[in-house]
């Protein structure tokens, strides 16, 4: 079953607040297994939103609507769909007597124009607001539905779940689920370049490619007839993508990187310290991230300074000024100078040219060294970075994790 | 003249991400005077692109995408934008050479499907991408234009600040300037309500809220002549909003906190150094983040644990039995001990319970203490804040570096 999602409103249409309605609402189709090829924002205004129903309509059988059931001439989304079905509005008396409701428990009386919020296309099925004063509904004719939400998250969301949901479950019979593979260490172009003919040649499941703050994902959707049939025909295709990318698959789903870091550090009971120059903190503050890291993670050390270098990692000056502190050198005594010094089996550094300044031909932009120290073990990395300030002190961020993940491997 | 906003990613309409490049190209727009009455969001797939096109050119003359500029296939907006007005894609030499230099900075070698990014319509305007390797472009033909533009929106805002937004103003025959004050340590709510008022009652300039990212901005937009009779037009507005908000407003523009602490310390010749315990690392990377902030930031510490409380920063244990961790009492003494051992003119420090786990009736997840030692002198203030353990932290650096700010006005 195809479907549309059609946010009404002219706040979303001129930017004022994000439509998260249509996000909350494709996940949840997905999940039914309704297909959606396409959705659209219109503002509060008759003809365009029945000329929307129409468009739509040619190419599918289900709209769900958000926004526009207000008590103000504005707003006309249930109008328009009685319209669109030829249906007239009729009075529903249990909707008016809660209306009644909550206007006398608020100290008021109902005006006319909240009575409108009692009126409904004839026939259609009623969907009670369990949050505010606007119910939803259901209009069909012809093999045609229009689903009818409020606007306001806090009532469409319970509304979508308590009565929307368990009407589409009698239209499906089908499920669609999907899986994650988080990858990192490979750029999106280069991770897609070797799985393509997985992507290219997928059906059911479909894969496809995604990249997110640093890091790739690739995601795996099945449609069958049950949730076990799904993850059956996933199986076999993840297991193929694994074996193509190897290690630089370190999670699922909502799996962080610092989230399977904590669990080696955890597992093996490895305590871990950081040292950083160019990422100042973005490491430290990754791993505090994950609830519960205190148990390994002891501390942090943002020295950015060439003497803090020296007197809290016990650099030595003439390693900095021989090699200078972005320097394969500086790194390999950062992390082992921080390990030794908050006394902790691991010790990571960083080291780099974050720019915009600060760049030379020798030692451009982007240069960034990475220590690591485990165990009194030492090893580095050396990084040439693309992008801005932020995105380069982001990728040394991932790299210096994914050096240690990949060490603790 | 009327604009559509076209969002292409499957991922959008699976709901894996939230639409919010097309509220941000929705609010830019209006900016230029440009009616939206109109969004859509379609999938990577070629006939349905088309489609989109031909029907939006129905009601507009001017398309936006985002989104479907990548390297792979599956990636095919700028190819369907080239069909639609029947131009052939042609290779742009300087985008490939950029394309090369990235690559070889990287250490890697282009690959065929990269090679597509340097391929356009033919006559178009390229739009340089800054922050990764796609280029965008305007392809114009009989009065209907196209902008496509990257989906990242790191990669989407720039290129619309720098590329687009000068384009716009020489479609339309006035124009619109804005100033964005930049608010700090009042929510979005509360900001409004100071000048609800002001809001609601201006036309030209309008008015408009938004936070971002713990922060909330006030847009003041005039539309005039001459950018000269603009900024007149926003002066007096302006300075209403200022006697309202006092020395909440810490900024305007692009300006940001860490920027302007960065000046004050420098102008005055003041060093700092930062003690985090909850925000792990996170005041020390929103000060990095500003370039050049190496002469007054000495060195961050982040003693997450008790014992990198007393020996990094030389807590007292007795303080940390009798108040706990998270108490006035650690927070002063992680802010003094920080300078000291630094050896820096200020210490600012951080302790608090970031959750999900850790709280108590007592001490419930969202207290911070945060503390300050200005050249010997020391002081706390004590925050309780609502959200995830992500928001939790990040509204306690703001409140750290508001702090700052604040003291050293």
């Given at each position: 079953m195809n479907a549309e999602i059609i946010a009404v409103g002219t706040e979303i249409l001129l930017g004022d607040i994000v439509n998260t309605n249509s996000q909350f609402l494709a996940r949840r189709l997905a999940d039914f297994g309704i297909s959606i090829f396409h959705q659209s924002v219109v503002g509060d205004?008759?003809?365009?939103?029945?000329?929307?129903?129409t468009d739509a309509?040619?190419?599918?059988?289900?709209?769900?609507?958000?926004g526009g059931l207000g008590p103000t001439t504005d707003d006309?989304?249930?109008?328009?769909a009685a319209e669109f079905f030829s249906k007239p509005l009729v009075l529903h008396q249990e909707s008016l007597r809660k209306l009644e409701d909550i206007f006398s428990r608020r100290g008021g009386t109902l005006s006319e124009s909240n009575r409108k919020q009692a009126y409904f296309p004839e026939g259609c099925i009623i969907l009670p607001n369990d949050h505010g004063t606007a119910p939803g509904c259901i209009v069909s004719e012809g093999?045609?539905?229009?689903?009818?939400?409020?606007?306001?998250?806090r009532e469409a969301y319970p509304m979508f779940e308590n009565y929307v949901a368990p009407y589409l479950k009698t239209l499906t019979d089908s499920v669609i689920v999907s899986k994650v593979l988080r990858v990192v260490g490979l750029g999106e172009s280069l991770m897609a370049s070797k799985v393509q003919?997985?992507?290219?040649?997928?059906?059911?499941?479909?894969?496809?490619?995604?990249?997110?703050q640093g890091e790739s994902l690739l995601r795996i959707t099945a449609k069958a007839e049950t949730e076990a049939d799904g993850y059956g025909l996933i199986a076999p295709v993840?297991?193929?993508?694994?074996?193509?990318?190897?290690?630089?698959?370190y999670g699922t789903g909502d799996e962080s990187l610092e989230a399977v870091i904590a669990g080696m550090l955890m597992d093996r009971n490895l305590t871990i310290s950081v040292a950083e120059s160019c990422t100042g903190g973005m490491i430290?503050?990754?791993?505090?991230?994950?609830?519960?890291?205190?148990?390994?993670?002891?501390?942090?050390?943002v020295t950015y300074s060439n003497q803090a270098k020296i007197n809290r990692l016990g650099v030595k000056r003439?390693?900095?000024?021989?090699f200078g502190a972005v320097s394969a050198e500086t790194a390999l005594e950062m992390a082992a100078g921080i390990a030794r010094t908050s006394g902790t089996d691991i010790g990571l550094s960083t080291t780099g040219i974050a720019g915009p300044e600060g760049g030379s031909i020798e030692k451009p932009v982007g240069l960034v060294y990475i220590g690591l120290c485990i165990c009194g073990k030492t090893t580095f990395i050396e990084c040439n970075f693309p992008g801005t300030r932020d995105m380069i002190r982001l990728r040394a961020t991932i790299a210096a994790l994914d050096l240690l993940r990949k060490e603790l491997l």
């Open positions: 205004n008759g003809p365009r939103i029945l000329k929307e129903f309509f040619k190419r599918c059988d289900l709209i769900i609507t958000t006309m989304t249930k109008e328009i093999g045609k539905t229009i689903v009818v939400l409020p606007g306001p998250p003919d997985i992507i290219e040649g997928s059906e059911n499941p479909t894969v496809a490619p995604y990249a997110k993840e297991e193929r993508i694994r074996e193509r990318l190897g290690n630089a698959v430290s503050s990754r791993l505090v991230d994950f609830p519960g890291i205190s148990e390994v993670f002891m501390e942090g050390a003439s390693t900095l000024d021989k």
